[in-house]
């Protein structure tokens, strides 16, 4: 039992952090927009960087090691 319990943990991890880093970085690129349209250009570009860049690390980076993962258990 605790056996599958290890197994599992590894890519139900992969896939909080995908989803957790997914969440932020919308939160953050909405952040940016309306930051953005109060008229601070340049804190809004930093949050849109910073936004992508966290979409990219959860959706590419989190999200397919989790996929590969999950794909290698069924396997």
Known sequence: MLELLVELAEPVAFALGALLFTVAGALV???AVSTYSGGRTTLALWLAFVGSAALYAGVF????EARKRLASRNA
Request: aromatic content about 14%; charged content about 15%.
């Open 29 to 31: 690129d909405l952040t």
């Open 61 to 64: 980076l989190f999200g397919a």
